[in-house]
């Protein structure tokens, strides 16, 4: 199972985290569409916490599917496989791979308890494995690493209760789906085929289809504001975003988090180093003498932070400039403080820190 999270990923949009994975043989990463609804155009982390960008180029939401195409990504190796006769029965074991709540990379194990449970028309694979938010998207597999089915949901107030897609559907929606470009194109799941302008009925057949399924989110002018200053950075900020109004990324090996405090403040940290266990008399004096103004260092739960905070109100002023070069260069601060600590007072990274090679 250590392999299989190579060809797992975390899922970031706008609103929130999910997961993804690709398929033998398949280039495009697999995930539900309610993880991407809104978005056409996401974030995908993979094993290594390196991001990339992913156009949104297939949904079905009548099944809760959608494909997502990386430029330049070949899945030369996976270990996940999607065979038609996979067999699937009654209390074999299954294993829940996946992002759960955007934490590491997690594995829960249960068994299936019903192959074919019936919910809102459909049939679907149920099993007690812990699924939980960001679990969305990611294959559920049996021992051999074959795909039996994609987590989709759980109840919200029942334990041991989540839900998966029948791999008979991703089997369909993969075999179906042909394109090679970007494009985003909306299933219809009535006559099989696929629209790209915006329409309220298919193109094909004249079913209805919801004009939501191309709309995307709205950003807030704080959203704007702060995914301005990360292009200004040389970054996209779809690289960045964490869910509603929050960013996270590394900047070199920084952590960099963006996001709103008590609806009032924009604040902009990263944890750069852990306190060494001796000789801290150099260090806190450092700290102590205001060397990083406009930021402050502190320390939190043993590991020293760098900080930037400001009053919302204050991106409606003439002072919306300086804000913005003060959280791109909090960015660049941190990407050399946290070597600085390091070489000079022997601290070592934070445990969000990212190893550059």
Known sequence: MENIRKSVFKIITASGT????????HNHVITNYHVIKGEKVVA??????????????????????AFLHIDGFENTQTDISLQEDVLISNTQKVFINGYPFGMPYTITEGIVSSISQPMGGKQYIQTDAAVNPGNSGGPMLNEAGVLVGVTTSKFTEADNVGFGIKHSDLFKEISDFTYIDNAYRVKCNSCDSYTEEEAEFCTNCGNDMDISYWEEFEKSHFANFVENALTELGMNPVLGRAGRDFWEFHQGSALVRIFVFKRDYLVATSPLNKLPKQNLEGLMTYILEKNVEPYYLGIHQNNIYLSYRTHLSDIFTDHVDTIKENIKNLALK???????FMDTYGCEMAIESKEEL
């Open 44 to 65: 995908v982390e993979d094993y290594k916490k390196d991001r990339h960008v992913a156009n949104v180029v297939m949904v079905n939401p009548e099944v809760d599917l």
């Open 334 to 340: 941190a990407d050399d403080l946290d070597n600085f």
């Open 18 to 25: 999910g997961s993804g994975f690709t398929v033998s043989g």
